[in-house]
């Protein structure tokens, strides 16, 4: 189900996708990095004053 209107993966242009497996597979600081790298930009461009 794809209630949100997301896929099943967070792409960034210029970024590798970000999918479940890939999350699963690293270790939790991994996934803290790979999140962040992914969602800094889309909230810079969403929200500037508070990225």
Not at 12 to 41: D, H, I, W
Request: aromatic letters at 4%; glycine letters at 12%; proline letters at 12%.
């Amino acid at each position: 189900n794809n209630a949100g209107g997301f896929g099943n993966s967070i792409v960034v242009p210029g970024q590798e996708p970000l999918t479940p497996a890939g999350l699963a597979n690293a270790t939790p600081q991994e996934q803290k990095q790979m999140l962040g790298e992914r969602l800094f930009p889309l909230i810079q461009i969403m929200q500037p004053e508070s990225a």
